[in-house]
């Protein structure tokens, strides 16, 4: 129900679209793959994994000897989900048992990393998880009051110094705080200025240190927040952060704010990073752990 809500922008522009190419041609032939992969590339899923697609595609039509345009359609959602369904890792965040888990965000200003937080936060306190917040983006003003708002709504405690203090530090407090009060999760939010590249990936390096020394074996998670809106700019985000830093799974924000929804796809199968939620909306429970094939699915519905 949440994908296909939240999926309405690009169900909409895309299955029209498709519905219209399979009326138009009625028989599968050059063109018509032709056509499709227009407007599979204009939803943004991706040029590799279209022509991957497309491939599968035809070997799908010659092979079952399929002929019929509509009977081809269902063929599309099918090798699509199929594409992404790779590992059991997708849609579940790494919760440790019996110990600490720590999951640090990263991403650029303005992609919904706060809000995150917050849902996440929500959902494991819904799971009976204790969870701690620790407002690492000590730079952008107004961060950490902004998170200070999503700990309350979320009912969660944040962690906090002033702003322009060392996220390290700050980070180092948080962990120290959790290990007292024995939480189950830990979630720290970082930086995202991007005027200085260099600058920023070297912080969360020592953010990232420091939880290593910490707690053996965190962080557990680095979550890269990335807004679904931007296109091609959020694929250029993830590869940015995920040379410079072990990223484990991504979250795609605003998917309910684009009609090119396809850019999960595109990320998920170029990247090879795990999608482990979408954001589907600006309230609280409007993050939802990613499942290909329902997201898929929400995509032709
Ligand atoms: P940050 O700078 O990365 O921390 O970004 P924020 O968390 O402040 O979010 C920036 C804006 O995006 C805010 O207006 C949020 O309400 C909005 N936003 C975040 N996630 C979503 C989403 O999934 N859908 C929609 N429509 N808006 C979102």
């Given at each position: 129900?949440?994908?296909?809500?939240?999926?309405?922008?690009?169900?909409?522009?895309?299955?029209?679209?498709?519905?219209?190419?399979?009326?138009?041609?009625?028989?599968?032939?050059?063109?018509?793959?032709?056509?499709?992969?227009?407007?599979?590339?204009?939803?943004?899923?991706?040029?590799?994994?279209v022509?991957?697609?497309?491939?599968?595609?035809?070997?799908?039509?010659?092979?079952?000897?399929?002929?019929?345009?509509?009977?081809?359609k269902?063929?599309?959602s099918?090798?699509?989900?199929?594409?992404?369904?790779?590992?059991?890792?997708?849609?579940?965040?790494?919760l440790?048992?019996?110990?600490?888990?720590?999951?640090?965000?990263?991403?650029?200003?303005?992609?919904?990393?706060?809000?995150?937080?917050?849902?996440?936060?929500?959902?494991?306190?819904?799971?009976?998880?204790?969870?701690?917040?620790?407002?690492?983006?000590?730079?952008?003003?107004?961060?950490?009051?902004?998170?200070?708002?999503?700990?309350?709504?979320?009912?969660?405690?944040?962690?906090?110094?002033?702003?322009?203090?060392?996220?390290?530090?700050?980070?180092f407090?948080?962990?120290k705080?959790?290990?007292?009060?024995?939480?189950?999760?830990?979630?720290?939010?970082?930086?995202?200025?991007?005027?200085?590249?260099?600058?920023?990936?070297?912080?969360?390096?020592?953010?990232?240190?420091?939880?290593?020394?910490?707690?053996?074996?965190?962080?557990?998670?680095?979550?890269?927040?990335?807004?679904?809106?931007?296109?091609?700019?959020?694929?250029?985000?993830?590869?940015?952060?995920?040379?410079?830093?072990?990223?484990?799974?991504?979250?795609?924000t605003?998917?309910?704010?684009?009609?090119?929804?396809?850019?999960?796809?595109?990320?998920?199968?170029?990247?090879?990073?795990?999608v482990?939620?979408?954001?589907?909306?600006?309230k609280?429970?409007?993050?939802?752990?990613?499942?290909p094939?329902?997201?898929?699915?929400?995509?032709?519905?």
């Amino acid at each position: 129900e949440k994908f296909k809500t939240g999926l309405e922008k690009t169900r909409n522009s895309f299955s029209t679209k498709v519905n219209d190419l399979v009326k138009r041609y009625r028989k599968v032939d050059e063109e018509f793959f032709e056509e499709l992969e227009e407007i599979l590339i204009s939803a943004d899923v991706g040029v590799h994994t279209v022509m991957e697609l497309i491939d599968q595609l035809k070997d799908i039509a010659r092979t079952r000897n399929i002929q019929d345009t509509m009977e081809l359609k269902s063929a599309i959602s099918e090798t699509l989900a199929a594409m992404l369904r790779k590992d059991d890792e997708e849609g579940a965040l790494a919760l440790q048992n019996g110990q600490m888990t720590v999951i640090l965000v990263v991403g650029v200003n303005g992609v919904g990393k706060t809000t995150t937080i917050g849902k996440l936060a929500h959902q494991l306190k819904q799971q009976g998880k204790s969870v701690l917040l620790a407002a690492g983006d000590t730079f952008r003003a107004g961060a950490i009051d902004q998170l200070e708002v999503w700990g309350e709504r979320a009912g969660v405690d944040v962690i906090k110094h002033q702003e322009g203090a060392d996220p390290a530090a700050v980070i180092f407090d948080s962990v120290k705080a959790a290990k007292s009060r024995g939480v189950d999760v830990l979630l720290c939010d970082t930086a995202g200025r991007l005027q200085n590249k260099v600058n920023l990936m070297n912080e969360l390096e020592k953010v990232k240190r420091v939880i290593e020394r910490e707690v053996p074996g965190a962080p557990h998670e680095v979550l890269l927040v990335v807004d679904a809106t931007t296109g091609q700019n959020a694929m250029s985000q993830a590869k940015i952060f995920s040379q410079a830093t072990n990223v484990t799974g991504l979250v795609l924000t605003k998917l309910d704010g684009t009609a090119k929804g396809g850019i999960v796809l595109g990320i998920r199968h170029e990247l090879d990073i795990p999608v482990k939620f979408v954001g589907l909306g600006e309230k609280i429970d409007d993050l939802q752990a990613f499942d290909p094939e329902q997201f898929v699915y929400g995509l032709f519905m």
